[in-house]
């Protein structure tokens, strides 16, 4: 193998590596958790608790997350309890909800243009918004 095969297995690999983060975070029921998790540390049954998910739904959710190093674990006693290692992480949701803020913004002021449109040409606004 060359340098230069073995640098785009490597930029390979790391795209891999990157989707399957994104992969982690790419479930309701995993983003809810994480939410929860940025007030501190939680227990399974306090996770589910909060959601009001089966418990088995949890554990399998926290499964996926554990096994992409997305949470830490600690025992105590016969209770585990999750926490979010890297406080960077709460980070990135944050830009992405900002950034899905500005797309929902944009969606709106879109709408309004569309409603705005249909009633300055005399359809009504009922219609409109029908579509």
Excluded: C, W
């Excluded at 891999?16 to 227990?43: C, D, M, T, W, Y």
């Excluded at 306090?46 to 554990?59: R, W, Y």
């Excluded at 016969?78 to 969606?107: C, G, K, M, Q």
């Excluded at 243009?113 to 409109?128: H, M, Q, R, S, Y």
């Amino acid at each position: 193998m060359t340098q230069g095969t073995q640098r785009l297995d490597d930029a390979e690999r790391l795209r891999q590596f990157k989707a399957e983060f994104f992969k982690a975070l790419g479930h309701p029921l995993r983003v809810r958790i994480l939410e929860l998790l940025k007030n501190g540390p939680l227990s399974v049954t306090q996770i589910q608790e909060a959601t009001g998910v089966p418990a088995s739904s949890v554990s399998q959710q926290l499964a996926v997350l554990r096994g992409r190093n997305v949470l830490a674990t600690e025992r105590r006693g016969t209770t585990i309890i999750y926490s979010v290692p890297d406080p960077e992480l709460f980070e990135l949701l944050d830009v992405a909800r900002r950034i899905f803020n500005a797309h929902l913004s944009d969606t709106v002021d879109l709408l309004r243009l569309v409603e705005d449109e249909g009633t300055a040409v005399g359809e009504p606004l009922a219609a409109v918004r029908s579509r």
